[in-house]
């Protein structure tokens, strides 16, 4: 699209600097054509209501502004308002909720609970995610977790699995303290007794394999946790 943009823009100045040219008339209206097959008139139209919601003045007046002239939450709120009316139907957001004011994160709020996308979303404000977020995914310890509601619930979720955790990762440390006595047990025997050298065989390589699997994980220290 950006380049039937380009080719509209350089055809419209070629016109005007000779309106009469018939060659310059003909590309300017297979640019308009060329603009209008790659969707230009929609985005001219969400540009347009987006221009309004966000400066209170139409998309003619403002196309040129440069963008470092808007402030922070304008600047902000202008790329939400393209991302959340466009046809995109999943947004990635880090950090929407930057640089807004207070009335600017109720209408973001608002907007995120009403909109049809699947939007996924880095915040940590924490009021932003209780009032918006139907399920949560946390990453920590090296690994993600999704919790599957909100982020009320999230905190008690949060210690439940860890106690899960806690409670696997006991049971994988008693098979193997079993495991080790199991094998030293046939070594011994096997020191004296050729028939349990096969046993004391087996032993080590049940011992291996389980070993090689790995531990479960334990629970990430608080200072692991981030997202």
Do not use: C
Request: aromatic share 8%; proline share 5%.
């Amino acid at each position: 699209m950006s380049a039937a943009g380009e080719r509209l823009a350089a055809a419209e100045r070629a016109m005007l600097a000779a309106p009469h040219v018939e060659k310059a008339q003909l590309a300017y209206a297979n640019a308009l054509h060329a603009w209008g097959e790659a969707g230009g008139y929609d985005v001219e139209v969400l540009f347009d209501m987006v221009a309004t919601t966000v400066m209170d003045k139409p998309w003619d007046e403002v196309r040129d502004r440069l963008v470092g002239t808007l402030s922070g939450g304008q600047q902000k709120r202008f790329a939400l308002e393209l991302l959340l009316r466009g046809s995109d139907e999943v947004l990635l957001l880090d950090e929407p909720d930057n640089f807004l004011d207070v009335p600017a994160k109720r209408w973001l709020e608002e907007r995120l609970r009403e909109s049809p996308k699947s939007v996924l979303y880095v915040s940590h404000d924490r009021e932003l995610l209780a009032r918006t977020a139907d399920r949560v995914v946390a990453v920590e310890g090296g690994s993600a977790w999704t919790h599957p509601a909100g982020f009320e619930s999230w905190h008690e979720a949060r210690l439940a699995r860890h106690e899960k955790l806690e409670e696997r990762r006991r049971r994988w440390d008693e098979e193997h303290e079993k495991i080790r006595q199991l094998r030293l047990m046939y070594k011994q025997k096997a020191a004296y007794n050729a028939d349990m050298a096969s046993r004391y065989q087996a032993a080590q390589t049940r011992l291996r394999k389980f070993e090689e699997a790995g531990p479960p994980p334990l629970p990430p220290k608080e200072a692991e946790t981030s997202g």
